[in-house]
């Protein structure tokens, strides 16, 4: 399987940005559909975006479309969810996670990262 790690976390105003980046390992990266997901405390854990092997097709969930964007490199094996505009409910662990099979639409993500905090002050 693939190993993820995210990075970029922190700490940002309401109104700021910040850009996540999930670096993986072991496997061939573009076999792989990419991910991003964030749960709160007290909260299940939520869909943010999600990315194509190859073709960069996106999908995103209502909640942050318009504000988050999500990309990748194959050539660096990364993923990037840029989030704009973010707000106090924002707050969460935000994870990327992988999957092989599926698409952008059907991927069951099997394989995740260790999450990186992020915390929007108001």
């Known amino acids: 399987q693939v190993q993820l790690v995210e990075s970029g976390g922190g700490l940002a105003q309401a109104g700021g940005s910040l850009r996540l980046s999930c670096a993986a390992s072991g496997r061939t990266f573009s076999n792989y559909i990419i991910g991003w997901f964030r749960q709160a405390p007290g909260k299940e854990r939520e869909f943010l975006a999600a990315v194509s092997r190859t073709i960069g097709s996106t999908r995103y969930a209502d909640s942050v479309k318009g504000r988050f964007t999500i990309s990748r490199d194959n050539a660096k094996n990364t993923v990037y969810l840029q989030m704009n505009s973010l707000k106090p409910e924002d707050t969460a662990v935000y994870y990327c996670?992988?999957?092989?099979?599926?698409?952008?639409?059907?991927?069951?993500?099997?394989?995740w990262g260790q999450g990186t905090q992020v915390t929007v002050s108001s």
């Open positions: 996670a992988a999957s092989e099979k599926g698409t952008i639409y059907s991927a069951g993500f099997d394989c």
